[in-house]
């Protein structure tokens, strides 16, 4: 069109209209984008820096599934846990039952001496029974070896004592003979060979008579065995059965997690197994365990054994979850830290942009008119024409 002349006034007026129009055009963008930077020419260094923070929480963000499944991972091991140790102490309840019940074994082994002299305040009498005699018992199943040196004035409650540790115990009976029996921790067990050792004539049977078996407690014990039996099945499927998402900590997996976006900042967390073998419980045998006190404290010894090891486990675990809940928040504080960042360097203030644009239409409203009032000289020569 450059066959068309326009006055100066005119044309500056026409460009002040299109610069107008220009920023109008501008504001109304950042109106419909809410960014005040849209593209890397509005402000190169503003632009791809907040596309860097944008970048960062992005990759954080995206981490952020693989930690909560590590929650996941964690509170379902937490479960197994509790539900591991509710077993065990379901089983240790029904090994203590064993100590309650009746005895197993009526009458209990036994072994006697001949008449004695002494009495309960003094077995040792001088002629019976004299200071330095000796009473030796052999080693049994279920008994060790013992020996005594009567003293000059052994007393009953003084052999008894001496003979505890060993879960034997002595009375006199009413023929004044010393029996010696074993105690109910170890009611299935037969008293050694009896050797008296003596410079007096006391006598003492060559071994203890054999337990006899009263079978209504030993059904009642083998029916506590049967039940023990099922709880520690249900600890080693218990234990195999506390996995999320294909991933176990108590059944040998290790779980490893990554919490920021170069990989340099992680948590490795290995994984147990925590069957019942391997926390040192095995099943019983009706016939053979649980037969008498001895038998059940050994397997109340092995379970509160693997109760500690569940609650060490319990405490390793519940710290490594709170790590991980902590970074968990801490990350999604991050993201918002970085979201909040990128969009302070390119968000728009609405507010003034609204304004502006108020301000902007009604500038060209104004040029709008000035470029009227700058044609009207022509339209005066179009007159004189006419």
């Known amino acids: ?130 200071s330095g005699d000796k009473l030796d018992i052999a080693a049994s199943a279920g008994q060790p070896a013992f020996t005594i040196t009567f003293g000059a004035s052994e007393s009953l409650a003084q052999l008894n004592t001496a003979l505890a540790a060993s879960n034997l115990s002595a009375s006199l009976d ?43 407690s030993q059904t009642i014990r083998s029916n506590l065995v049967s039940q023990y039996n099922n709880i520690i099945q249900q600890i080693t499927t218990t234990s195999q059965d506390a996995s999320f998402n294909g991933i176990n900590l108590l059944n040998g997996d290790d779980l490893r997690l990554t919490f920021n976006e170069t990989g340099k900042s992680t948590l490795s967390i290995k994984g147990v197994t925590f069957d019942a073998a391997s926390l040192g419980l095995a099943p019983l045998t009706s016939g053979t365990d649980f037969l008498d006190n001895n038998s059940a404290k050994a397997t109340i010894a092995k379970i509160s054994a693997a109760s500690d090891t569940l609650r060490t486990e319990a405490s390793t675990l519940g710290s490594n979850l709170s790590i991980v809940q902590i970074r968990q928040d801490f990350s999604k504080n991050l993201i918002n830290v970085l979201q909040t960042g990128s969009a302070n360097l390119t968000v728009a203030d609405t507010n003034e942009e609204a304004a502006n644009s108020q301000a902007l239409s009604t500038r060209q409203s104004i040029a709008v008119s000035a470029l009227a009032l700058a044609n009207q000289s022509q339209q005066s020569v179009l007159k004189l024409l006419q």
């Open 174 to 216: 009413s023929a004044n003979k010393l029996v010696i029996s074993t105690t109910n921790d170890a009611q299935s067990s037969t008293i050694g060979a009896v050797t008296l050792t003596t410079t007096g004539t006391a006598t003492f049977g060559a071994a203890g008579s054999a337990p006899v078996v009263d079978s209504a």
């Open 1 to 130: 069109m450059s066959g068309i002349v326009l006055s100066a006034s005119v044309r500056q007026n026409l460009l002040s209209l299109q610069s107008t129009a220009e920023l109008l055009a501008t504001t109304q963008n950042r109106l419909s984008t809410g960014k005040k930077v849209n593209t890397a020419l509005d402000n190169p260094t503003n632009f791809f820096t907040a596309q860097s923070l944008d970048n960062r929480a992005s990759d954080i963000n995206n981490l952020l599934d693989g930690i909560g499944n590590g929650v996941q991972v964690l509170q379902a091991a937490n479960t197994g846990l509790t539900s591991l140790q509710k077993l065990v102490d379901t089983a240790k309840s029904i090994a203590n039952q064993v100590l309650q019940a009746p005895a197993g074994y009526s009458p209990r082994s036994t072994v006697s001496s001949g008449v004695l002299a002494g009495t309960a305040a003094n077995l040792v009498d001088g002629t019976v029974l004299k």
